[in-house]
């Protein structure tokens, strides 16, 4: 079993759609990032967590430290959304596990 | 530059040879990571730099697999005896002291023929 846990691993939304991704992690953590991987490999930091609720734009994310769960909300989704978006789970000695990412599509 | 340099971008190679990937952080982010992806799959973490020492490198698969970051800048992944398992994409991330912020770059695709 991954210690860190992702769904769904692909989801395709019509253009507008409210999307969730979820994370689900075993290890004690010190913190939890969101990270977007754009086709080519770029990867670019979206949140870095460790408790309660971070927005920025149309980009909200959330983690639960009790239920060891944390999600991330797109509201209004657009095409350009599109890509791989991966958490990662770091440990108090800065190692980060990741997730196996969740490829997201959205259509126009 | 701006951002986390990671060179060469592309990498083919043959089996058994020896290949340096070379990373260039953020002017003044101490804290420095390998991260090595395979086709599909998140990313896998190697190794982390705090300055100029190794603080954690327990994820470097075996020995062929070598990093140093001598003057707490640029750092260079070392792959001896090449093997076709190796083929991925190693990716570079820095970070500022006390943040915890990762800043990527864009990785260095190695093909092991």
């Known amino acids: ?108 | 530059g701006a951002g986390v340099s990671q060179t060469p971008s592309n990498k083919v190679t043959e089996k058994g040879k020896y290949v340096e990937l070379r990373c260039d952080p953020i002017s003044g982010h101490t804290a420095l990571y390998w991260y090595r992806q395979s086709l599909g799959q998140g990313p896998e973490f190697l190794i982390y730099f705090q300055g100029t020492g190794a603080a954690d490198d327990s994820g470097l698969p075996n020995d062929r697999f070598f990093a140093v970051r001598p003057e707490g800048s640029v750092s260079t992944l070392k792959i001896q005896r090449t093997e076709r398992g190796d083929s991925a994409v190693y990716l570079c991330a820095s970070s500022p002291i006390g943040t915890g912020e990762l800043f990527f770059g864009e990785g260095s695709r190695l093909t092991v023929l």
Not at chain 1, 37 to 42: T, V
Request: proline share 4%; aromatic share 6%; charged share 15%.
């Open chain 1, 1 to 108: 079993k991954n210690e860190v846990e992702q769904s769904p691993q692909n989801l395709t939304a019509q253009e507008g759609e409210f999307i969730t991704i979820n994370c689900s992690y075993s290890v004690g953590i010190s913190a939890l990032h969101w990270l977007q991987q754009h086709p080519g490999g770029g990867i670019v930091s979206l949140f870095m967590l460790s408790s309660g609720k971070k927005k920025h734009g149309r980009l909200i994310a959330t983690i639960n430290i009790q239920e060891k769960h944390s999600s991330l909300h797109i509201t209004a989704s657009h095409p350009r959304d599109s890509a791989v978006y991966i958490c990662a789970a770091r440990d108090s000695g800065s190692r980060l596990t990741f997730g196996e990412g969740t490829q997201l599509t959205v259509n126009p």
